[in-house]
Nanobody, 119 residues
Framework: VQLVESGGGLVQPGGSLRLSCTASGIISGIINTMGWYRQAPGKQRELVALLTKDGTRGGTTNYADSVRGRFTISRDHAKKVSLQMNSLKPEDTAVYYC??????????WGQGTQVTVSS
Protein backbone atom coordinates (compact mmCIF):
# COMPACT_ATOMS: atom_id res chain seq x y z
CA VAL A 1 0.00 0.00 0.00
CA GLN A 2 1.23 3.49 -0.82
CA LEU A 3 -0.23 6.67 0.67
CA VAL A 4 0.71 9.79 -1.29
CA GLU A 5 0.21 13.13 0.44
CA SER A 6 0.13 16.54 -1.17
CA GLY A 7 -0.69 20.12 -0.29
CA GLY A 8 1.68 21.03 2.52
CA GLY A 9 3.65 24.26 2.58
CA LEU A 10 4.19 27.60 4.25
CA VAL A 11 1.24 29.81 5.13
CA GLN A 12 0.72 32.90 7.27
CA PRO A 13 -1.35 32.76 10.45
CA GLY A 14 -5.02 32.91 9.62
CA GLY A 15 -4.44 31.38 6.21
CA SER A 16 -5.65 28.12 4.68
CA LEU A 17 -4.19 24.97 3.20
CA ARG A 18 -5.70 21.82 1.77
CA LEU A 19 -4.01 18.46 2.21
CA SER A 20 -4.87 15.40 0.15
CA CYS A 21 -4.01 11.74 0.54
CA THR A 22 -4.46 9.10 -2.13
CA ALA A 23 -4.11 5.39 -1.46
CA SER A 24 -2.89 2.92 -4.06
CA GLY A 25 -2.17 -0.79 -4.04
CA ILE A 26 -5.20 -1.58 -1.91
CA ILE A 27 -8.78 -2.65 -2.54
CA SER A 28 -11.13 0.10 -1.42
CA GLY A 29 -13.39 -2.43 0.26
CA ILE A 30 -10.90 -3.09 3.05
CA ILE A 31 -10.32 0.58 3.84
CA ASN A 32 -12.08 1.25 7.13
CA THR A 33 -10.63 4.61 8.14
CA MET A 34 -8.51 7.29 6.52
CA GLY A 35 -7.29 10.48 8.02
CA TRP A 36 -4.46 12.55 9.39
CA TYR A 37 -2.09 12.66 12.31
CA ARG A 38 0.60 15.27 12.94
CA GLN A 39 3.87 15.52 14.78
CA ALA A 40 5.52 18.74 15.85
CA PRO A 41 9.22 18.91 16.78
CA GLY A 42 9.81 17.43 20.22
CA LYS A 43 6.22 16.22 20.55
CA GLN A 44 4.40 12.94 20.13
CA ARG A 45 2.35 12.18 17.06
CA GLU A 46 -1.27 13.19 17.63
CA LEU A 47 -4.60 12.67 15.94
CA VAL A 48 -5.88 15.50 13.75
CA ALA A 49 -8.92 14.13 11.93
CA LEU A 50 -10.29 10.75 10.89
CA LEU A 51 -13.07 9.62 8.59
CA THR A 52 -14.51 6.14 9.14
CA LYS A 53 -16.91 4.25 6.93
CA ASP A 54 -20.26 3.66 8.61
CA GLY A 55 -22.54 2.82 5.73
CA THR A 56 -23.56 6.42 5.10
CA ARG A 57 -22.27 8.55 2.29
CA GLY A 58 -20.33 10.89 4.53
CA GLY A 59 -18.97 8.49 7.10
CA THR A 60 -18.16 9.28 10.71
CA THR A 61 -15.67 12.04 11.44
CA ASN A 62 -13.48 12.48 14.47
CA TYR A 63 -11.49 15.63 15.20
CA ALA A 64 -8.96 16.71 17.77
CA ASP A 65 -10.37 19.41 20.02
CA SER A 66 -7.61 21.77 18.90
CA VAL A 67 -8.76 21.72 15.26
CA ARG A 68 -12.52 21.21 15.53
CA GLY A 69 -14.34 24.02 13.76
CA ARG A 70 -11.26 25.00 11.75
CA PHE A 71 -10.38 21.79 9.89
CA THR A 72 -12.71 19.67 7.75
CA ILE A 73 -11.99 16.16 6.51
CA SER A 74 -13.80 14.85 3.45
CA ARG A 75 -13.73 11.89 1.11
CA ASP A 76 -13.10 12.76 -2.53
CA HIS A 77 -13.46 9.15 -3.63
CA ALA A 78 -13.03 5.68 -2.18
CA LYS A 79 -9.26 5.98 -1.95
CA LYS A 80 -8.72 9.70 -1.40
CA VAL A 81 -9.37 12.02 1.50
CA SER A 82 -8.70 15.71 1.88
CA LEU A 83 -8.21 17.95 4.87
CA GLN A 84 -9.25 21.57 4.52
CA MET A 85 -7.40 23.63 7.11
CA ASN A 86 -8.65 27.15 7.79
CA SER A 87 -7.70 29.79 10.33
CA LEU A 88 -4.28 28.20 10.70
CA LYS A 89 -2.23 28.99 13.79
CA PRO A 90 1.51 28.75 14.45
CA GLU A 91 0.79 25.81 16.75
CA ASP A 92 -0.54 23.89 13.76
CA THR A 93 3.01 23.72 12.44
CA ALA A 94 3.96 20.05 12.13
CA VAL A 95 4.57 17.19 9.77
CA TYR A 96 1.17 15.83 8.77
CA TYR A 97 0.90 12.09 8.13
CA CYS A 98 -1.81 10.35 6.21
CA UNK A 99 -3.18 7.32 8.04
CA UNK A 100 -5.17 4.33 6.82
CA UNK A 101 -6.76 1.59 8.93
CA UNK A 102 -7.82 -1.58 7.22
CA UNK A 103 -10.77 -3.77 8.10
CA UNK A 104 -8.18 -6.52 8.62
CA UNK A 105 -6.78 -4.54 11.56
CA UNK A 106 -3.50 -3.27 10.15
CA UNK A 107 -2.45 0.33 9.68
CA UNK A 108 -0.56 2.19 6.97
CA TRP A 109 1.19 5.55 7.05
CA GLY A 110 2.27 8.10 4.50
CA GLN A 111 5.70 9.70 4.38
CA GLY A 112 4.44 12.99 5.78
CA THR A 113 4.08 16.52 4.45
CA GLN A 114 5.35 19.63 6.21
CA VAL A 115 2.92 22.37 7.20
CA THR A 116 4.48 25.57 8.51
CA VAL A 117 2.39 28.45 9.82
CA SER A 118 4.50 31.53 10.24
CA SER A 119 4.57 35.21 9.42
Amino acid sequence: VQLVESGGGLVQPGGSLRLSCTASGIISGIINTMGWYRQAPGKQRELVALLTKDGTRGGTTNYADSVRGRFTISRDHAKKVSLQMNSLKPEDTAVYYCYLHRTTGSDDWGQGTQVTVSS
